[in-house]
């Protein structure tokens, strides 16, 4: 059964530094979604992304944030300048036609 | 604002009991209603899926009811077996303008001991 994977499954970076988290969503997918979960907290949308543009964005999802899907295959978050409190889970999910989401196995990042 | 509210928090049962979690939302305007299970540290996996004319759908051992009038759903887990242990989020969907909203409720964190 096809799934969506994500690189790396662990991050480690230092305040400032620029990351990029990847996701290769499943093949006939439409919609591809970025979300995040701080340790003990419920897991927060970030931003959404159709036909090569975002179509919607949550607060959270400021300046620093960008995604791009560059070669109609990996689908790219990026954080430009870490900060401490960008630490978090970060999962990739992806859906077709229908209404499930599926979502990848999410990336720890640790901003120190 | 879009909530999504669960309870209990936690709970712990013996194996081979059933349990029912519980989500309360004010999403508008709503779409659909999932419920995830989430492994520590992994993502989300779909157990179901409703929208507003379902009452109630089964997926194995696991039932979810709707009840689009008070706002409410359930989920109900039979003859529970360890590997259940797990968060249970609710998920709301909404649908504006051709956008989707989602809205996510904090979990229920279910362990089951032997």
């Known amino acids: 059964e096809p799934e969506v994977t994500q690189t790396p499954s662990h991050q480690v970076t230092q305040m400032g530094q620029e990351v990029i988290l990847r996701c290769v969503p499943i093949s006939n997918h439409l919609y591809f979604y970025w979300y995040r979960q701080i340790l003990g907290q419920k897991v927060e949308f970030l931003v959404s992304?159709?036909?090569?543009?975002?179509?919607?964005k949550s607060e959270i999802f400021d300046d620093q944030f960008s995604v791009e899907r560059p070669d109609g295959s990996n689908f790219t978050l990026k954080i430009r300048s870490t900060k401490l409190e960008d630490s978090a889970m970060y999962f990739c999910?992806?859906?077709?036609?229908?209404?499930?989401?599926?979502f990848g196995p999410g990336t720890r990042l640790l901003v120190l | 604002k879009n909530q999504v509210e669960q309870s209990p928090q936690s709970l712990i049962i013996l194996e081979g009991k059933n349990c029912t979690l519980q989500?309360?939302?004010?999403?508008?305007?709503?779409?659909?209603l999932r419920w995830y299970k989430q492994d520590t540290g992994r993502g989300p996996v779909s157990l179901t899926i409703?929208?507003?004319?379902?009452n109630t759908k089964s997926n194995g051992r696991y039932t979810a009811t709707l009840d689009a009038d008070t706002k409410q759903s359930s989920l109900h887990i039979t003859a529970s077996q360890l590997s259940d242990s797990a968060s249970y989020i609710c998920?709301?969907?909404?649908?504006?303008?051709?956008?989707?909203?989602?809205?996510f409720g904090t979990g229920t964190k279910l362990q089951v001991i032997p």
């Open positions: 992304f159709y036909n090569n543009e975002i179509s919607e």
């Open positions: 989500c309360n939302y004010t999403v508008s305007p709503f779409s659909n």
């Open positions: 999910a992806g859906k077709g036609s229908g209404e499930t989401q599926y």
């Open positions: 409703m929208t507003f004319s379902e």
């Open positions: 998920v709301v969907s909404s649908n504006s303008g051709g956008y989707q909203k989602v809205t």
